[in-house]
C-alpha cells in the first residue's frame, strides 16, 4: 500500500525558507510516476504548486517559479520542495501526491499524503 | 494565468441529482479530473480522464466534458456525499496545471 507523509517545521518566519519533505512508503518513486506538491490556504482552494519525475524533470508553477526548488532523493525515497523568501501568504496545508504519467501526459494525483500545515509569521 | 471556474456552491436534497460544472478554455483538448474534499481530509480523486471512476468510487459519480465546459454528475445524492468538490486540468502548453476554485456540495 503506497504512503506518502510531509514533515517540515512547525512554523517559519516571513523572509525565510520553508522546506518540507515527503517520505514515500510501499513504492520505489524510481518506478515511475510524477510526484507533485499541493497546498491549501485555510479555508481555501487547492493549489498546484509542481510536479517531479524522479530523473529531475519538473514542471512548476508560473506564480511560484522564482522561488521554488523540487528535487528528489531516490536513495531516501523522498522528494523535498524548498519555497525561499516566504511571506504569510505562503500559509497553507502542504499535501504531497503520486502523479500518473503515461509517457505523454501526466494524469491524476491518485494518492496523497495527509498534509501538513505550515504557518508563516509576520 | 490559466483559470478553471466553478460555481461556488450547490445544494440538493437527499436522492436527487447534483451536478457541478467547470469551464476553461482549453477543455475541448485536455482532459477533467475531479477531487472530493471532506472536512478535514486530503482530496480523493472520484473522476479521471473526463469521465472515467477510480476502483472504489461508487457508481452514483460520473463525469462528462464537451466543449469549455465539464460536469461532474452525483445520482442519488446522499449526505454522506456533502464536500467540496476541485475539477483539476491543464492549460492549452501543457506546462501549467490548475484546480479550478472549488464547488461546496450540501445535501439536506
Known amino acids: 500500500q503506497v504512503q506518502l507523509q510531509e514533515s517540515g517545521p512547525g512554523l517559519v518566519k516571513a523572509s525565510e525558507t520553508l522546506s518540507l519533505t515527503c517520505t514515500v512508503t510501499g513504492y520505489f518513486i524510481s518506478s515511475g510516476y510524477y510526484w507533485a506538491w499541493i497546498r491549501q490556504p485555510p479555508g481555501k482552494g487547492l493549489e498546484w504548486i509542481g510536479s517531479i519525475y524522479f530523473r529531475g524533470n519538473t514542471y512548476y508553477t508560473s506564480s511560484l517559479k522564482s522561488r521554488l526548488t523540487m528535487s528528489v532523493d531516490t536513495a531516501k525515497n523522498q522528494l523535498s520542495l524548498r519555497l525561499t523568501s516566504v511571506t504569510p501568504a505562503d500559509t497553507a496545508v502542504y499535501y504531497c501526491?503520486?502523479?500518473?504519467?503515461?509517457?505523454?501526459?501526466?494524469?491524476?494525483?491518485?494518492?496523497w499524503g495527509q498534509g501538513t500545515l505550515v504557518p508563516v509569521s509576520s | 494565468s490559466y483559470e478553471l471556474t466553478q460555481p461556488p456552491s450547490v445544494s440538493v436534497s437527499p436522492g436527487q441529482t447534483a451536478r457541478i460544472t467547470c469551464s476553461g478554455d482549453?477543455?475541448?483538448?485536455?482532459?477533467v479530473y475531479w477531487y472530493q474534499q471532506k472536512s478535514g481530509q486530503a482530496p480523493v480523486l472520484v473522476i479521471f480522464?473526463?469521465?472515467k471512476r477510480p476502483s472504489g468510487i461508487p457508481e452514483r459519480f460520473s463525469g462528462s466534458s464537451s466543449g469549455t465546459m465539464a460536469t461532474l454528475t452525483i445520482r442519488g445524492a446522499q449526505v454522506d456525499d456533502e464536500a467540496d468538490f476541485y475539477c483539476?486540468?491543464?492549460?492549452?502548453?501543457?506546462?501549467?496545471?490548475?484546480f479550478g476554485g472549488g464547488t461546496k456540495l450540501t445535501v439536506l
Open positions: 483539476y486540468s491543464t492549460d492549452s502548453s501543457g506546462d501549467q496545471r490548475v
Open positions: 480522464e473526463d469521465n
Open positions: 482549453a477543455l475541448p483538448k485536455k482532459y
Open positions: 501526491a503520486r502523479q500518473e504519467y503515461n509517457g505523454n501526459f501526466l494524469g491524476a494525483f491518485d494518492v
